[in-house]
Structures are given as C-alpha cells and as structure tokens.
C-alpha cells in the first residue's frame, strides 16, 4: 500500500510539473507566472518611493535631471535635444511598455504573434489596410528631416536603453501572462503609432452602406436622406466668416457620376456619439485679461491611459502636456508662450474604389483606358501556437486591395472579378512629429501656423492661444481636393476623374483668428458653413455638443479655471432641448396606463441634464433611441446587406417637419402608421423594457445605473480595469461618456504672466497594475476634478511636490 501511495504521489508531482510549465491557450504556463524570482509577485509597487535615484546610460551625451512629483509624472531638464527625446523615450518605457508593444503589434498585423489563431483576422485586416505600406512612407518623410531623423532615433535608443536593462523578473505583467518577451524598439514603432491614430479617427467610412442604399433607392431619395448638410448646424469657424483667398479650380465630377455596388465588403463604420472639445477665450471674456485654453480629446478609455504626462525642459524648449506613449514631443500642451489643443476634423480621406480585373489571374485592373499591371505583396502572418499564414495583398495606383470578391465568385457571382482598393492619406509620406516638435517651442501666431504646415493625418482642429492675446483654430491637415461627394460612395476605380486631383493649399484650410464673439471652439461638428469653396466631407458629428459650449461661452465673462473646467463636464442635452417637446407633443397620454404615465411624468420635469442620478435621462435617451430603431428598421435593416442609417440630424427633420412622412410606417402592419405611432410604440416599448430590467420606476431607473461604463484593461484582462461605475453625460453631450469613451484627458491652461495648466488622465502614469500610480487620478478624474499641473523652470526649482529627483549620467 505505501509503495502505490508513493507511486501515486511520484505520479501527481509529475503531472504538476509538466502542468506549471505547460502554456494552455492563453494561460502561462503557471510555475513562470508564479514564479518567487520572475513571477506577478516581482510587479508589486509601493506608493513610497526613494527621494533620490542615480542612473547610468552610457549613451547620454552630458548630464540629466528628472523631477518626480507627487503624481509619478517626470519632469526632465536636459541640455541638448538627444538627451532630452532620449530620456523621454527611456521613461515612456519604463512606465508603458507593454502598452507600447501590443499597439504597434496590433498596427502592423502582429498580434498573433503572440495571442494566437484569434487575432488573425485582424491582423490580416491591418495588413490589407495597408498600416505597414503607411508606417514605412511616414518614416521615410521623417528620416528626411535632419532634425526630426535625430529625435526619433534619440527616442527609440532611450527606450532600448530601457529594454537591454530588464531582466525577465522585471517584465511587465501582460508579458509575463501572454507568455513572451520585450523586442528591440525600431522608429518605424513610432510611425506605427501615427497610423494607429488615423484609424481610429480617420479610419472609418459609411461608403458601402451609403452605396447599397443608392442602389436601392435610387439617387432621389438617397439625396434626400443623406443631404450634404444638416438641418442643425453651429460650425465650427463661425457662419458668415469671409475667406481671404482665391480657390483652386474645383475638379469636375465624371459624366456618370454614380457609385458601384461593391461585393462582400466589411469596413470599419463611424460611430454616432463619439468625439471631442476644445476651445480658447479671449482675454476679453477672461478674469484675468489673458486667453484661456481647454481641451478634453474623446477616445477609448483603457488602463494604461492613452496618454502619458510629462514635462519636457531643454535649452530652446519648456513644455508641458501629454504624450503618445511610443512617440517622441508633446502632443497636447502649453509652454511659457502659447497653449494648444485637438479635436478630430473627421475629415473624407479615405475612398473606396471598384477595380475591374481583366481576368481570375488578377494580374491586370483596367484604369485609364487601358490594362495596367497589379503590383503584389506576399505577407507572412506568423500564428503562436499554429502555421504561418500567407496573405497576398494586391496594390494598384489608388492603394491596397483590401477586399476581392474571389470567395463571391467561387459562389457563381459576379462574373467578372472585382476588388476594393483602398485610397486613404494614411499611406502618404508625412513628418506629424514635426508639427509637435515646433508647437512644442511655438512662442506666437505665426509659429503655430508654420507648425501646421507640416501636419497631414488624421486631419484635427488644432486651438490655439498665447500670451499675446491671440487666439485662433484651423480644422487642419492634408485634405485632398476634390468634387463634392466624392468618396460618399464606392468609386468607379477605372475613371481618372475619380481620382484625388491635388490638395487644399494649408493656408487655406479653414481658419479663424481673434473672432469677435470673443473665442473659439470644436466639437467635431461641421467645420465651416456652406460658402466654404472645398468640399471636407459630407457628414460630421452632431451639431449638440457645438452649440453647448457656444452657448455657454457666448454668455460668459471674466471666465476663470473652474467656469471652463465646469464646462467640460457639463452634460445638459441640446438634443433634448430640441426635440423632446415635439416628442410629448405626439403622445397620446390617454392611452397610457399607470407605469407609463409615471414615466411620463418623470421625463416630463426633467430638467434636461444627463446627470447620474436623473431617471428622466434614462427614459428619454432610451426612448430617442428605440424611435430612431423604429423608424429606420424596416427599410435599413438586413441581415445580408449594409445599410448604413439616416443620420440623427435627418431623424430629427423627419419628426419635427415631416411627420406623416412614408418612412414612420411599419411594414408588417396593414395601417399606414405617423409620427404619432411610433412615438407611441417607442415609448411603451421603453417604459416595458426597463420595468423588466429594473422595477418599477424609482432610484434603479437613473441614468448612472442605466448606462454601464467602465475603463478597462487595454487588453481586456479581467481584474484589470476599474470596474462599472456610475456616470453622467451621454454621447450628444458636453461630457461625452458614452460605451466606454471619453475625456481621455482634460486640460485647461490659463495663460499670462507665468502659465498655470490644471489637467486630470482618468487612471494614473504607470501601465503596472501592481502600482499605486496605475489609477491614482482616476477618483479625482470621476469627480470632474483637475490637478494643478508642477511647470518648473529649472531643475534646481524646489516644490513640495516633488518626491523623486533622479540624476542620470554617463
């Protein structure tokens, strides 16, 4: 008996070991995961850190000094630009590795490297989209400036620097989870950034689903639908500005202008709802008599935070702001002279065209009159865990064929092969980081617009001030000349005239300085009005968030910090404020029962503000949203084609002007319904949805319990991200919290004299979540609260804020 039990014990030790060693699909292999030397057990961090810290990195060229303060951000005082972007770099890693890796991967088609068989899809999707093809001309534009050239390899050394020193107990947690290690940093890392930036905000597009209504539909009602301009609008430069240039000739549209429908085409759609704010006061309007400048960029909230904050001190800069983790400058800022800001233009520099192939061979597309030869990459997609994958992407002039119809044509149809090349800014050659780099020691004006110049994409609503009292903002960036329309649909890939023929000279982009209303401001609505003489795009973001702030500012004076931070988190709804008295208007209250009517009542006095604690909110947007559903579902709903929806705006128009309009009648009834019915049908459908979710009506029915939000784990690991919790705003707000987007950072500076920034990141500047100072901000950022930002002028600068200083040698 104790031999079989010595057996069994030798046995199950066996068993244990090969387990603690083995990876099973994406967990670890357990025994390096919990491993006393190498193990999670090394990533644990203390909030006490030392006072001081010395460090040697052979490849400095004289001696830096970083001030830590009480929120872990550093600040670097550096006396030449090497060591400054060397440092930046070097501390970038340290703190977000990870985040830097797995976003590059993710760009250039890598993932499956080390996830596996799950991300090839998407990796295969980048490929196609051509990020390489793009990250490749951006550094080549980049190389070519001898100054640019310098700070991003200065950068990418200082973050090897970092690298060579880890040792595999110092891994970040993610790699140890995911089971691999850090690779060499390359510039083209930094460019695959850029890129990643461009298709997250200049990346989607609604030309297929735009295309299967027009062949539908038909152009008249496409047209009248989808028009080139809302009914709603408060742009961005203020109506009736003059422009003071003479245009370039518009270029002609083709004589059959009509889009082609395109085959199994499934491209990243723009999404309603979500963007961003900025704006600049002028000292007009200001306590203090100098301009005030606030931004709060919208994007996916993840831990680590997308931005990292740093301040940046060499012999011809002093610079405060956020930076991209993975790329050299600060990106949204101030410095002793100016402060500036970004939105997104969404401007159309992304077209789809057809390409007819002469034949199954894809060989040839037919362009110009004539056969011209397909140019072919073959990519190998390596896959942990399985085979490598080969992938073969087509490139013709426009770009890459990101989708063909082969699989279509395996099906019997269409008989002649077809492809959809993809013509997008992203591919072109550009230098972004210049733009950054000069903003970064912009002292006036006319710096800020030289700055410009040199940025192409994604295009973005640069606002600017300075201490000279000067404030101004250019929806700006390398916006290709074209007819009006081009692009709204799939494009004929054969005709010339479809092709981009030049650009908007950049000093005549729009732009307005020092307007009388006394300040300026974006929010991703159109940029100009309609005698603007170029055509950006057909369709921006909601007109609500625009004519909030407009407002709000129009009417302010002897604005202050907490007047512009206040803003930031308002989240009063125009959208409510426009349509909600129409909305009660068609509700026949008489055939409500008593649920309903207490809803009813409820949003009745609401006061119109997406305040967490506001039931009102909860069945208003709700509501909203299931009469939009309800209107559009049943000619725009199919589970085989792509029917991109009616905008908000032209909903809106529909239910104010047209409200016996065709389009409110349910197909599958024999009653030809009105505004009235769905309006009704919406509103039940919505008090009987949240009854079933929540009970009767009472403190379940808020709008901070309604709507779930989260910042998660940039990787989606379980544990890792803060957690649902309650918040105000909604999308068409202000405070635009909305399905895990918003302020990803909030700044707002006040300038004069000495600059005074205040600025909150939701989580904190460490990308280990075994660190205090992974979501340290994140309470302060929850309660619509700024942090005081530390600007030092010098290294020797004393604050009690400080908690390390850390000296860097050779």
Same mark, same amino acid.
């Given at each position: 008996m104790k031999v079989?039990?010595a057996i069994?014990?030798?046995?199950?030790?066996?068993?244990?070991?090969w387990?603690l060693?083995?990876k099973?699909g994406?967990?670890?292999?357990l025994?390096?995961f919990?491993n006393?030397?190498?193990g999670?057990w090394q990533?644990?961090?203390?909030?006490?850190?030392?006072?001081?810290?010395?460090l040697?990195?052979k490849?400095?060229?004289?001696?830096v000094t970083v @001030?830590?303060d009480?929120?872990r951000?550093?600040?670097?005082?550096?006396?030449?630009?090497?060591?400054? #972007?060397?440092?930046?770099?070097y501390l970038t890693?340290?703190a977000?590795?990870?985040q830097m890796?797995?976003?590059?991967?993710?760009?250039a088609g890598?993932?499956?490297e080390?996830?596996g068989?799950?991300?090839?899809?998407l990796d295969r999707?980048?490929r196609r989209?051509?990020m390489?093809?793009?990250?490749?001309h951006t550094?080549?534009?980049?190389?070519k400036d001898p100054v640019?050239?310098?700070?991003i390899? $200065?950068?990418?050394?200082?973050?090897?620097?970092?690298?060579?020193r880890l040792?595999?107990?110092?891994?970040p947690?993610?790699?140890k989870?995911?089971?691999y290690k850090?690779?060499?940093?390359k510039?083209?890392?930094?460019?695959?950034?850029?890129?990643?930036?461009?298709?997250?905000?200049?990346g989607?597009?609604?030309e297929?689903?735009?295309?299967?209504?027009l062949?539908k #539909?038909?152009?008249?009602?496409t047209?009248?639908?989808f028009?080139?301009y809302p009914?709603h609008?408060d742009p961005i430069i203020? +109506?009736?500005?003059?422009?003071?240039?003479?245009p370039?000739?518009?270029?002609q549209?083709?004589? $059959?202008?009509k889009a082609?429908?395109m085959a199994a085409?499934?491209?990243k759609?723009?999404?309603?709802?979500?963007?961003s704010?900025?704006?600049a006061?002028s000292g007009?309007k200001t306590?203090?008599g100098f301009?005030?400048?606030a931004n709060?960029?919208?994007?996916?909230l993840?831990f680590p935070s997308?931005?990292?904050?740093?301040?940046?001190?060499?012999?011809?800069v002093?610079?405060?702001?956020?930076?991209?983790?993975g790329?050299?400058c600060?990106?949204?800022?101030?410095?002793q002279?100016v402060?500036?800001g970004?939105t997104n233009?969404?401007a159309?520099v992304?077209d789809?065209?057809?390409v007819?192939?002469?034949?199954?061979?894809r060989?040839?597309?037919?362009?110009?009159?004539?056969w011209?030869k397909?140019?072919r990459?073959?990519?190998t997609i390596?896959?942990?865990g399985?085979?490598d994958?080969i992938?073969?992407?087509?490139?013709?002039?426009?770009g890459?064929v990101?989708?063909?119809?082969?699989e279509m044509?395996k099906?019997g149809?269409?008989n002649?092969?077809v492809?959809n090349a993809?013509?997008?800014?992203?591919h072109?050659e550009?230098?972004?980081?210049k733009t950054f780099?000069?903003?970064?020691r912009a002292?006036n004006?006319?710096?800020?617009?030289?700055?410009?110049?040199?940025?192409?994409?994604? +295009?973005q609503n640069f606002?600017?001030a300075?201490?000279?009292?000067?404030?101004?903002?250019?929806p700006?960036?390398?916006?290709p000349?074209?007819?009006?329309?081009?692009?709204?649909?799939?494009l004929?890939?054969s005709n010339?005239?479809?092709?981009?023929q030049?650009?908007?000279?950049?000093e005549?982009?729009?732009?307005v300085k020092?307007?009388?209303?006394?300040?300026?401001?974006s929010?991703? @609505?159109s940029s100009?009005d309609?005698?603007y003489?170029?055509?950006?795009?057909w369709?921006?973001?909601?007109?609500?968030?625009?004519?909030?702030?407009?407002?709000?500012?129009g009417a302010?004076?002897?604005a202050t910090?907490?007047?512009?931070?206040?803003?930031?988190?308002?989240d009063?709804s125009?959208?409510?404020q426009d349509?909600?008295?129409?909305?009660?208007?068609?509700l026949d209250?008489t055939?409500?029962d008593d649920y309903?009517l207490?809803?009813?009542?409820?949003?009745?006095?609401w006061n119109?503000f997406f305040?967490a604690?506001?039931?009102g909110?909860s069945?208003? @947007?709700?509501?909203w949203?299931?009469?939009?559903?309800?209107?559009w579902?049943?000619?725009?709903?199919s589970k085989?084609t792509? #029917?991109y929806y009616?905008?908000?705006?032209?909903?809106?128009?529909?239910?104010?002007?047209?409200p016996?309009?065709?389009?409110?009648?349910n197909?599958?009834?024999?009653?030809l319904?009105?505004?009235?019915?769905?309006?009704? +049908?919406?509103?039940t $459908?919505?008090?009987?949805?949240?009854?079933?979710n929540y009970?009767k009506?009472?403190?379940?029915w808020?709008?901070?319990?309604v709507?779930?939000?989260e910042?998660a784990?940039?990787?989606?690991?379980?544990?890792l991200?803060?957690?649902?919790?309650?918040s105000?705003?909604?999308g068409?707000?202000?405070?635009a919290?909305?399905?895990?987007?918003?302020?990803s950072?909030r700044?707002?500076v006040?300038?004069?004299a000495?600059p005074?920034g205040?600025g909150?990141?939701?989580g904190?500047?460490?990308g280990?979540p075994?660190s205090?100072?992974y979501d340290?901000m994140l309470?302060t950022?929850q309660q619509?609260?700024?942090?005081?930002l530390?600007?030092?002028?010098s290294?020797a600068?004393k604050s009690p804020?400080?908690?390390t200083?850390?000296?860097?040698?050779?």
């Amino acid at each position: 008996m104790k031999v079989f039990k010595a057996i069994i014990c030798l046995a199950f030790t066996g068993l244990l070991i090969w387990a603690l060693q083995t990876k099973f699909g994406d967990i670890p292999p357990l025994g390096d995961f919990v491993n006393p030397s190498t193990g999670f057990w090394q990533n644990a961090e203390s909030k006490n850190i030392l006072a001081t810290e010395k460090l040697k990195l052979k490849d400095l060229q004289d001696e830096v000094t970083v @001030q830590f303060d009480d929120n872990r951000i550093p600040h670097i005082f550096a006396k030449n630009d090497h060591d400054l #972007y060397y440092v930046q770099g070097y501390l970038t890693a340290q703190a977000r590795l990870w985040q830097m890796d797995i976003q590059t991967r993710s760009a250039a088609g890598r993932l499956s490297e080390v996830v596996g068989p799950k991300a090839l899809e998407l990796d295969r999707y980048h490929r196609r989209m051509g990020m390489t093809y793009g990250a490749e001309h951006t550094l080549a534009g980049i190389m070519k400036d001898p100054v640019l050239s310098k700070v991003i390899q $200065a950068y990418s050394d200082g973050v090897n620097a970092y690298i060579k020193r880890l040792k595999p107990g110092g891994y970040p947690l993610e790699f140890k989870l995911l089971g691999y290690k850090p690779e060499e940093w390359k510039p083209i890392n930094s460019a695959y950034l850029l890129k990643l930036m461009s298709e997250t905000l200049a990346g989607g597009s609604n030309e297929l689903g735009l295309t299967d209504v027009l062949n539908k #539909y038909g152009a008249k009602i496409t047209n009248d639908l989808f028009p080139d301009y809302p009914m709603h609008e408060d742009p961005i430069i203020p +109506a009736g500005t003059k422009w003071d240039f003479k245009p370039l000739t518009i270029p002609q549209p083709p004589a $059959a202008f009509k889009a082609q429908l395109m085959a199994a085409m499934q491209n990243k759609e723009k999404v309603e709802g979500i963007g961003s704010n900025n704006w600049a006061v002028s000292g007009s309007k200001t306590a203090t008599g100098f301009p005030m400048l606030a931004n709060d960029p919208h994007l996916n909230l993840t831990f680590p935070s997308i931005w990292y904050q740093m301040q940046m001190v060499g012999p011809d800069v002093n610079v405060y702001g956020v930076t991209l983790p993975g790329a050299p400058c600060v990106v949204i800022g101030y410095n002793q002279k100016v402060s500036w800001g970004v939105t997104n233009v969404d401007a159309d520099v992304l077209d789809w065209y057809q390409v007819k192939f002469k034949d199954s061979t894809r060989n040839q597309y037919w362009y110009n009159n004539k056969w011209n030869k397909v140019e072919r990459k073959i990519d190998t997609i390596k896959v942990r865990g399985g085979a490598d994958v080969i992938d073969t992407v087509l490139y013709t002039h426009h770009g890459p064929v990101v989708y063909d119809n082969a699989e279509m044509q395996k099906k019997g149809r269409p008989n002649v092969p077809v492809g959809n090349a993809l013509r997008w800014i992203a591919h072109d050659e550009s230098d972004e980081f210049k733009t950054f780099y000069l903003l970064n020691r912009a002292a006036n004006y006319a710096d800020y617009r030289k700055a410009l110049t040199f940025y192409t994409a994604p +295009a973005q609503n640069f606002v600017f001030a300075s201490v000279d009292n000067d404030i101004a903002i250019t929806p700006n960036g390398k916006l290709p000349l074209k007819y009006k329309g081009q692009g709204k649909f799939i494009l004929d890939g054969s005709n010339t005239a479809n092709d981009w023929q030049g650009w908007i000279p950049a000093e005549q982009n729009p732009t307005v300085k020092n307007p009388p209303r006394g300040f300026v401001s974006s929010a991703n @609505q159109s940029s100009t009005d309609q005698t603007y003489p170029y055509y950006i795009n057909w369709k921006f973001e909601g007109y609500e968030r625009g004519k909030r702030i407009n407002d709000r500012l129009g009417a302010m004076q002897k604005a202050t910090v907490d007047s512009l931070r206040l803003l930031q988190m308002d989240d009063y709804s125009i959208r409510a404020q426009d349509i909600l008295p129409t909305m009660l208007k068609h509700l026949d209250a008489t055939k409500l029962d008593d649920y309903q009517l207490a809803a009813l009542d409820s949003v009745k006095k609401w006061n119109k503000f997406f305040k967490a604690s506001s039931a009102g909110a909860s069945i208003f @947007q709700n509501w909203w949203h299931k009469f939009y559903e309800f209107t559009w579902r049943d000619n725009f709903g199919s589970k085989d084609t792509v #029917y991109y929806y009616p905008t908000m705006d032209r909903t809106e128009a529909l239910l104010m002007k047209e409200p016996k309009s065709i389009w409110f009648d349910n197909k599958r009834t024999p009653a030809l319904e009105t505004a009235n019915d769905v309006v009704m +049908a919406s509103f039940t $459908a919505t008090v009987d949805e949240m009854m079933r979710n929540y009970g009767k009506i009472g403190p379940d029915w808020a709008w901070g319990k309604v709507k779930s939000f989260e910042v998660a784990h940039l990787g989606h690991v379980p544990g890792l991200g803060s957690g649902n919790f309650e918040s105000g705003g909604s999308g068409s707000t202000v405070n635009a919290l909305i399905d895990g987007h918003g302020p990803s950072w909030r700044m707002v500076v006040q300038l004069g004299a000495e600059p005074k920034g205040y600025g909150i990141l939701p989580g904190g500047q460490s990308g280990n979540p075994g660190s205090f100072f992974y979501d340290d901000m994140l309470k302060t950022w929850q309660q619509g609260k700024l942090n005081q930002l530390l600007y030092l002028h010098s290294a020797a600068e004393k604050s009690p804020r400080i908690k390390t200083t850390l000296t860097i040698s050779k």
